[in-house]
């Protein structure tokens, strides 16, 4: 007991600040390190970024839904679909992503939190007030207008004045820095913090593509780290790196721009790929078909995605053999992807089958992931691809990738996972009305895309002339766009009917197979009283119906019972170090006395967080809780 | 859990030395992509000053080495830090930060000097790569020399040994790889770049 007092002494002894000690109420929230809360937090927060995101595609596609329409601006059509692409992508899709690795990392592990909890925090503190920072130009009126890849030199003062494009960097920037830190952090926790007997080919497929996920956030980011520093100097400091007159290469952006873009394609989609993998064997009763092939396809599309950034620029004119090369490249994912799908496809072959609304969810992603596949490799084609680059048919695409495929695979986990969480059912028919409003709506709107793009209709323009002909499909997708936008509102009720009132759930309600569903629903603080011992690739199961016993010993549960558990403390220093980098973001914009405070927050919360002392409360588990 | 200071782990190799190597691998990325961009432009730029007329290759060996030899005071640091020499560590630590602030000096000078020759951020491309380059490198050294001082400030308090020995080499790796980092850039910005 000696160890453990000493341990609640250091949790006063901080430098500036004490640990935070209550855990319960908003500022339990605040300096929470808690993975499960963490995780709680991304998801609410990327669905609100989700609805804003959403929205703003809803005015898009009112303004294009009749030709000459003027129900906003040019200039507001520019900033529209550039907030749109950025919030889908960093702010909604990405996080959401987010929100799964925190909760399920360290359940599916065996562990009791993510390796370095309070840098967890940080990554949620840095998004959040990322997001703030750069939806913050609206409120302003200088909303980013530059697209979301943001080319030079549109992006030099010269062309976009004021502050707009200012609150797109440095907002990417601090987001940038959230998600590299969330990045090296899941990486040790999947290396490190494995239960023992989980060797790496025993975890489930959800770790493997949150571990490939995570080496492609740290090998990527950089270099858009890299790029968004260039043009802010450029419109701060005045360098030359963009400026054509001082015979700067505006190319080098596009580089630096795809050779993040591209990778960041897969930070997006193999986690939605690792949800599937999850789902199918759970509700088809069978195991994963092809485990290892499918973990290896995982890390050679992982491998491949950084040798394909200039296919985002066959246009370019960079010449026919760097063309080619890029061209045979792109062609090669589609084997560890077809790969993929042929799995999931036998997964389900022969399987006991139950239709729940994960797995329904979980088909669609397989359908309309497949669709935006195979117009990826339509793409893949350089001259091909001459004629789609910038028109509907590429927007026809990445949304069958990104919506048809990662939002309807997050959709599924989150039907799947909400009992884990909450210790309740979502409702099942609310959930199938759910879907089919989605797949309807998703597919009217997205679909005769290709055609409009076919037809030679430009992404990113705010009207088109009605002697163009493009007005009916336009029409056809607007009404699709609000379909499927009553399809996610169907999910909002659903969602909060099912959290005030939902059927309490079974502990384990799908009858699942990896280790998350042997804790409560949810679960303790501590998650496993005893570090489960794993034998088995579906633990869980294997235990259920296989006849594996269970190799935790009744010493170590006597243990924890007398000894208790230690839970790593809250802390003040994640939040304020996040708020001192994002102050100092907006003193470059507005102020040097505010930039100079936020970086001197910044600095002294390094410290502080340096030498807060291990902290913490000790938990004692009651019964036989694992 | 929290008896020994450092942690069981699947890997053995402790949370926070897994994390350092993952950041340096990301660092890699970073200062690959600052000195791809420093290539693009060599040679593009359209007015002086250009970099055989400034450079001084004999004062930078100079600095070079010292940083050099920084990294060989860094290693002795964390070799008594694991031998449990609590002076030779605080020493050693010293010496390593004073040489880095010694590398900054010389920086600075030669900051001064370049700027007073007319290179500045905006002159011409070869004033904002070289700036941005070696600035974002003169960065990461004073984080280096600010994380020394302040491990050799903790080493003052009552110590745990297995604690601080690992700190330390964390310190290391991060101050090795931002030498080796210096090594590439003299090499191909000062070395490479007055012939080309």
Not at chain 1, 17 to 43: A, C, E, Q
Not at chain 1, 406 to 420: D, E
């Amino acid at each position: 007991m000696a160890t453990h007092h000493e341990v609640l002494q250091a949790s006063r002894a901080g430098v500036f600040l004490p640990r935070p000690v209550s855990t319960t109420g908003f500022w339990s929230w605040v300096t929470t390190v808690d993975h499960k809360r963490i995780g709680i937090m991304y998801f609410f927060t990327s669905i609100l970024f989700f609805l804003v995101g959403g929205i703003e595609a809803l005015i898009i596609r009112t303004q294009l839904f009749a030709p000459d329409l003027k129900i906003v601006s040019a200039d507001t059509f520019n900033q529209l679909f550039t907030m749109h692409g950025t919030t889908m992508v960093f702010l909604a899709v990405m996080p959401l992503s987010a929100a799964f690795f925190n909760y399920l990392l360290p359940l599916m592990l065996g562990a009791r939190d993510v390796a370095f909890p309070r840098l967890n925090a940080f990554s949620y503190w840095m998004y959040l007030f990322g997001g703030i920072f750069i939806n913050t130009g609206w409120f302003v009126n200088a909303a980013p207008a530059v697209g979301w890849f943001g080319y030079a030199n549109l992006t030099s003062t010269t062309y976009t004045p004021g502050l707009a494009t200012d609150y797109w960097t440095l907002g990417l920037q601090i987001l940038g820095i959230g998600t590299l830190v969330s990045g090296f952090n899941f990486i040790v926790t999947i290396l490190n913090m494995r239960a023992p007997g989980m060797s790496l080919m025993k975890m489930p497929v959800f770790l493997w593509t949150t571990l490939v996920t995570s080496f492609l956030i740290i090998f990527s980011f950089p270099s858009v780290t890299v790029g968004l520093i260039l043009v802010t100097f450029d419109r701060l400091f005045n360098t030359n790196f963009f400026e054509v007159a001082a015979n700067g290469d505006v190319v080098l952006w596009q580089h630096l721009f795809w050779i993040f873009g591209h990778p960041e394609v897969y930070i997006l989609i193999l986690p939605a790929m690792g949800i599937v993998s999850e789902i199918l064997p759970t509700f088809a009763r069978k195991p994963l078909f092809g485990y290892s092939v499918m973990v290896l396809s995982t890390m050679l599309i992982g491998f491949l995605g950084f040798g394909v950034w200039s296919h985002h620029m066959f246009t370019v004119g960079l010449g026919p053999v760097v063309n080619s090369i890029f061209s045979l490249a792109t062609m090669a994912i589609a084997i560890p992807t077809g790969v993929k799908i042929f799995n999931w496809v036998s997964t389900l072959w022969g399987g006991s089958i139950r239709f729940k609304t994960p797995l329904i969810f979980a088909l669609g992603f397989i359908f309309q992931f497949m669709i935006g596949g195979l117009s990826g490799v339509m793409h893949s084609s350089a001259p091909s691809n001459a004629q789609q680059q910038d028109t509907y048919f590429v927007v026809a695409h990445f949304h069958y990738v990104l919506i048809g495929g990662a939002l309807f695979a997050l959709f599924a986990g989150i039907y799947y996972w909400f009992p884990k969480v909450t210790g309740r059912l979502m409702n099942e028919k609310l959930g199938v009305i759910n879907f089919i409003l989605m797949f309807i709506g998703f597919n009217v709107t997205f679909f005769p895309m290709h055609f409009l793009g076919l037809m030679g209709m430009p992404r990113r323009i705010y009207t088109y002339d009605a002697a163009l002909g493009l007005q009916f499909w336009n029409q056809v997708s607007t009404v699709g766009a609000f379909i499927l936008a009553a399809g996610v509102t169907v999910f909002l009720v659903n969602f909060v009917i099912s959290l005030a009132r939902g059927e309490k759930a079974a502990a384990d309600p799908w009858d699942a197979r990896t280790l998350e569903w042997m804790t409560s629903n949810p679960p303790p603080v501590y998650n496993f009283a005893v570090t489960p011992v794993v034998s088995a690739r579906d633990e869980f199961w294997a235990r259920k119906y296989e006849g594996v016993a269970a190799k935790e010993s009744a010493a170590a549960l006597e243990e924890a019972k007398k000894h208790g558990i230690h839970i790593p403390g809250n802390s003040y220093f994640p939040i304020i170090m996040a708020a001192g980098i994002t102050v100092f973001c907006y003193g470059l914009l507005y102020s040097g006395a505010l930039a100079i405070a936020g970086l001197a927050v910044t600095i002294l919360s390094f410290f502080g967080w340096a030498f807060e002392g291990v902290g913490g409360t000790i938990i004692y588990p009651e019964g036989d809780a694992r | 859990m929290n008896h020994t200071a450092v942690e069981h782990t699947a890997t053995g190799m402790p949370n926070r030395k897994l994390g350092m190597w993952l950041f340096l691998a990301s660092e890699c990325m970073f200062f690959g992509a600052l000195i791809a961009t420093y290539l693009v432009y060599q040679g593009q730029s359209l007015v002086g000053p250009y970099p055989e007329d400034l450079f001084d290759i004999p004062l930078t060996t100079v600095s070079t080495f010292v940083l050099l030899m920084s990294s060989l005071a860094m290693v002795l640091a964390v070799s008594a830090s694991q031998r449990r020499d609590m002076k030779a560590t605080r020493l050693w630590l010293a010496v390593t930060a004073a040489m880095g602030l010694i590398f900054l000096g010389f920086q600075a000078y030669e900051y001064n000097h370049f700027i007073h020759a007319g290179l500045t951020l905006s002159v011409n491309l070869f004033g904002s790569t070289f700036y941005v380059l070696t600035g974002f490198h003169g960065a990461h050294v004073l984080i280096g020399v600010t994380w020394l001082v302040a491990l050799l400030v903790h080493t003052l308090r009552p110590l745990d040994w297995e604690r601080r020995a690992l700190d330390i080499e964390i310190a290391g790796l991060y101050w090795h790889f931002v030498d080796v980092v210096w090594i590439v850039i003299f090499t191909v910005v000062y070395l490479l770049g007055v012939g080309g």
